[in-house]
Antibody, heavy 121, light 106 residues
Framework: EVQLVESGGGVVRPGGSLRLSCAAS????????MTWVRQAPGKGLEWVSG????????GYADSVKGRFTISRDNAKNALYLQMNSLRAEDTALYHC??????????????WGQGTLVTVSS | DIQMTQSPSTLSASVGDRVTITCRAS??????LAWYQQKPGKAPNLLIH???SLESGVPSRFSGSGSGTEFALTISSLQPDDFATYYC????????FGQGTKVEIK
């Protein structure tokens, strides 16, 4: 069974940093691209970032480019999102997802329950 | 970013109706377009990728069409389980979601 479990969310002041993690199990992690998607309460989906199966290709939404960094550790079956210079508009539930194929930006077929990031003074 | 615009934002329909949701891209995305269904509190369910390829296990009443900048998701005969919010996603250049279309009971 595919499982994706996010952690690392919390309350942070504007300008602060957080590092999100996603622990993957139940599939060959090293064969799949991964993505971060966020959803503010009551709002729609927003693609944040993606990474290819080998980490060689990454992508970012314009809203987070230069502030967020995606990475992965295939030996640990783990995905990360380093978030710097956080803003109020980054407040959302952050989900990691497994993409179909090995791509960084291809659609996702599984996602985790999410970790809540709240940016507030 | 490529902007994705869905219409309508809300759609009221009855069981058995044929329903079409459209998605327009601000520039061509080829056929790199996916559709998801999301119910409250649940993960999105991938319905269609590459504009018209139905995911395994998705009922055949769902179909996707289009290319370039204009796309459509059609439900041929709306079922009670289909009342949900639907999103399109382009993955031609990075990725962007549409704002969503809520299909509600008329």
């Amino acid at each position: 069974e595919v499982q994706l479990v996010e952690s690392g969310g919390g309350v942070v002041r504007p300008g602060g940093s957080l590092r999100l993690s996603c622990a993957a199990s139940g599939f060959a992690f090293h064969d799949y691209g991964m993505t971060w998607v966020r959803q503010a309460p009551g709002k729609g989906l927003e693609w944040v970032s993606g990474i290819s199966w080998d980490g060689g290709s990454t992508g970012y939404a314009d809203s987070v480019k230069g502030r967020f960094t995606i990475s992965r550790d295939n030996a640990k079956n783990a995905l990360y999102l380093q978030m710097n210079s956080l803003r109020a508009e980054d407040t959302a539930l952050y989900h990691c997802g497994r993409t179909i194929g090995g791509g960084a930006t291809t659609p996702f077929d599984y996602w985790g329950q999410g970790t809540l990031v709240t940016v507030s003074s | 970013d490529i902007q994705m615009t869905q219409s309508p934002s809300t759609l009221s329909a009855s069981v058995g109706d044929r329903v079409t949701i459209t998605c327009r891209a601000s520039q061509s995305v080829g056929s790199w377009l996916a559709w998801y269904q999301q119910k409250p509190g649940k993960a999105p369910n991938l319905l269609i990728h590459k504009a018209s390829s139905l995911e395994s296990g998705v009922p055949s009443r769902f179909s996707g069409s289009g290319s370039g900048t204009e796309f459509a998701l059609t439900i041929s005969s709306l079922q009670p389980d289909d009342f949900a919010t639907y999103y399109c996603q382009q993955y031609h250049h990075y990725s962007t979601f549409g704002q969503g279309t809520k299909v509600e009971i008329k």
